[in-house]
Structure formats: structure tokens, C-alpha cells
């Protein structure tokens, strides 16, 4: 079993990419079997100490990241520096189903209370909250982030452009962290929840902090939990290919953050912190538009 290397502040993380998707055989409309990718979803149980604390199901694309992203944003661990070791072994769990053991370097106090209580939300996948994190809202500061609209359609054609199991298999979402108008790093996985946990892990593992260029994007729909979580990696700007609820469009209004959603090709809507956003109208010129649903 093999590890990632880091320094002594970061956690020893496994190397359990597993496979994104499998051939299956089907019959199409003409009666005519053929072989289609479908993605590979697959259970993994987390383990913190010893202790269990939920089941992802997840891509597996990168697992260690998912389960450090996922501590991050639920606000049981504080640091990185917290975590020593994070284990996946796709075979060690009961019914198929993959383990990931976490240990951490002094526990995490109150671990019992503080995963009592469980929120479930929208998220596909398994999307969760331990605790009220909406009574930490205030405590969230964005930086003084803007986007303008010719940015906008740049990071739209970055993402039109990039490789995709979605593409091959379609059933999953996708979720990417940018800097200007360079993508600093791409995942896919089942739930859109779990995709942007996994971007948080990546930050805290590549010592990554979100600043005034940084923005998220998402296929999925901008739920209350997701802009709760963009707020927490510190990203003030978030864009969807979806629309928004609005439980999410009161959470971003409270936050000053702005969300842009029905972003495809030259068309979008955004719905909070307009003043983020720095129009150019011209730019939308000859775009045809088209209603899609979240």
C-alpha cells in the first residue's frame, strides 16, 4: 500500500483511485445490444479513532481527499495538521462495501455529540450535516472577489472543453476550483457534495487558500449546503450549469456571495451579489437561449 509523501504538517494519505466506470451490455430502441460506461458507484464507510461515522457513496476518484474535504466541512476537524492518516482499502468493508480509516493525532473532542445530530439534505450521493452549521454563518469572511462576463465565458468554455467521465457515462457531477482563468483541479463523482468536499481536501492537502480570484464551479444545483460550503473554502463567486433553491439564494444573499446559475454557452442568471458581477452585454450577443430545468 502506498502513500503520498508530504511533510510532517500534512496527513499520510493511500493512493485508492479506484475505477470511474464499467462496461455494461444493453438493448437500445431498435432491439440491438451494445456495450455502454456506466459510472462505478461505489459505498465507502468512514472510520474516525475507530469510530464510524458515515457511509459516502462515492466515484472514488480520489477517496482520501473526499473523506479530508468532507471532515473539513463539517466542521470536525479544524486544521489539517489534525489529521495523520488517512487509510482507503476498497475490499475491507462489509457488503462491497470500502473503508476509510482516519487517525487523527489527539481525537476529536466531543466526537459523540457532535455527530449526533444530522441534517439530510438535497445532496445526490449522500449529502449530510453534522450540528447547525448555519449558526456559523456569520462567522465566514469572503474575500472582495469579482468576476467579469468575458471571465465568465472563459471559464464556461474551460469547462466545455474538459475531459469527463460524464462525457463517456454520463450520472454524475462535476465540480472545478479556479484562479483567474486557469482551472487548478477538475473531480467528478456522483453528488455534487461530495465533489466539492473533495476540492476542499485538495486545498488543504496543496496548502491552496481561496482568494479574490477563485471561483467555484458546479454542475449540480446551488443548495443551501453547497453555498454553505463554497463560503467555507472562502470562495466568493460560484457558478452552476443548475438554477438555485431558495433556502440558497437566502444563505448566498446573507453572505454577499454571488451566485451565477443556467450558465451554459453564452447564457446565465445571477442571483446574488449582482454587484460582483462586472457586465459586458455585447459579449451575449448572437446566443441563442434555452430553458433547461434544475
Request: hydrophobic share 40%; net charge negative.
Amino acid at each position: 500500500m502506498s502513500f503520498v509523501t508530504s511533510s510532517p504538517a500534512l496527513p499520510h494519505l493511500t493512493q485508492a483511485q479506484a475505477d470511474l466506470t464499467r462496461q455494461i451490455e444493453v438493448i437500445n430502441e431498435h432491439g440491438v445490444r451494445e456495450q455502454v460506461s456506466i459510472p462505478a458507484e461505489r459505498a465507502l464507510t468512514v472510520y474516525v479513532d475507530k469510530r464510524e461515522i458515515v457511509t459516502l457513496m462515492t466515484l472514488g476518484a480520489h477517496p482520501e481527499l473526499l473523506v479530508l474535504g468532507y471532515l473539513r466541512n463539517q466542521r470536525l476537524v479544524g486544521h489539517v495538521s489534525e489529521v495523520e492518516s488517512i487509510t482507503v482499502d476498497w475490499d475491507a468493508g462489509e457488503d462491497g462495501a470500502g473503508v476509510a480509516a482516519v487517525k487523527t493525532r489527539h481525537g476529536i473532542a466531543d466526537i459523540a455529540a457532535r455527530t449526533e445530530k444530522r441534517v439530510v439534505t438535497t445532496g445526490c450521493g449522500q449529502g449530510s450535516v453534522f450540528g447547525d452549521l448555519m449558526g456559523e454563518i456569520d462567522t465566514l469572511s469572503l474575500p472582495d472577489a469579482c468576476i467579469s462576463q468575458a471571465r465568465l465565458y472563459a471559464l464556461l468554455n474551460a469547462i466545455r472543453l474538459q475531459e469527463s467521465t460524464y462525457k463517456s457515462a454520463g450520472s454524475v457531477h462535476g465540480c472545478a476550483l479556479f484562479s483567474g482563468e486557469s482551472m487548478q483541479f477538475f473531480v467528478e463523482d456522483v453528488g455534487r457534495h461530495n465533489a466539492i468536499d473533495t476540492i476542499a481536501g485538495w486545498m488543504w492537502m496543496n496548502r491552496v487558500v481561496a482568494n479574490a480570484d477563485s471561483i467555484f464551479y458546479t454542475t449540480g444545483r446551488l443548495t443551501s449546503e453547497m453555498v454553505m460550503k463554497s463560503a467555507q473554502i472562502g470562495v466568493a463567486v460560484v457558478v452552476s450549469r443548475s438554477g438555485i433553491t431558495q433556502m440558497g439564494h437566502d444563505v448566498a444573499a446573507r453572505l454577499h456571495l454571488c451566485t451565477i446559475g443556467r450558465a451554459t454557452n453564452k447564457h446565465f442568471l445571477c442571483y446574488t451579489a449582482r454587484e460582483r458581477l462586472q457586465l459586458d452585454p455585447e459579449l451575449a450577443q448572437g446566443g441563442v437561449r434555452k430553458v433547461t430545468h434544475a
